[in-house]
């Protein structure tokens, strides 16, 4: 199966699974780096993983029915609408650049107008140790034919999530506010506390207050303090705000907490349902009718 492979874009990604999965026996790789001052470093990685590089993104698709776009986010649109011409009748074009569900259905009626099979797929761990066991979900009306041939490619962790396009994307993205959030709030949270001379006193805070609980325990416990107790906390986090500025370690993410714990304890919600089925609910509810 290795050599009716297309790849486009050739980072981290893309050079990380061909290594892996062995397909340098007849993977074809476009990369557009190749055009630029990079293109000595782009061909040097081609060799050392032995695949080979396409001139052209018209050439690297040439009869191949199987294509990986794992580009940069911003560039994953307009790649898809230049290969849409040139990719091969029914080919599979598996889409896994981590952009919003819009922009993936944008580059479905492309992929789809041009005759090929379009294929949301979100990665959802970093490729580099986990390789081909990165989990990945598959969404779109191929997502099983895709989930068969990337099997066959090595791929160990592929759930299918249904045959929307956007609906593996929109896993992905709404995952990232939490994951990447936190990484953000650790960052701006250390940062404040080392500038302070307070870093192993935090720490040890955290420590002590942190519990194991299962995630949607811990978001139900969340939602209820921020709907009894969100206008007391914004005001809070107008202080922490102040604290982090005169620190100059930046407040981002916190004047976007004060943002948000504003909002949801003035929707006057009184005593929150048990639950957080019900509670998003009755947020939504709320929040319509204001």
Known sequence: MQDRIALIGFGEAGSTFARAGGWEAGARVFDRKTDGTAAAAMHARYAEAGVEGAATLAEALAYRPLVLSLVTADQALAVAQAAAPHLAPGALYCDGNSVAPQTKQAAARAVEAAGAHYVDLAILAPVDPARLAVPVLLS?????????????????????VGDAVGRASSIKMIRSVMIKGMEALTAECMLAAEAAGVRDAVLASLDASERQRPWETRADY????????????????????????????????????????????????????????PKLAAIEERTKSA
């Open 222 to 277: 969340n939602l209820d303090r921020m709907l009894v107790h969100g206008l007391r906390r914004a005001a809070e986090m107008e202080e922490v705000v102040k604290t982090l500025e005169a620190l100059g370690t930046g407040a981002a993410m916190t004047r976007g907490t004060v943002e948000r714990q504003r909002a949801i304890g003035a929707l006057g919600l009184g005593t929150p349902p048990e639950g957080l089925g």
């Open 140 to 160: 779109g009306g191929q997502a099983q034919a895709a989930a068969s041939v990337l099997a066959a490619l090595g791929f160990q962790s592929i759930d299918i």
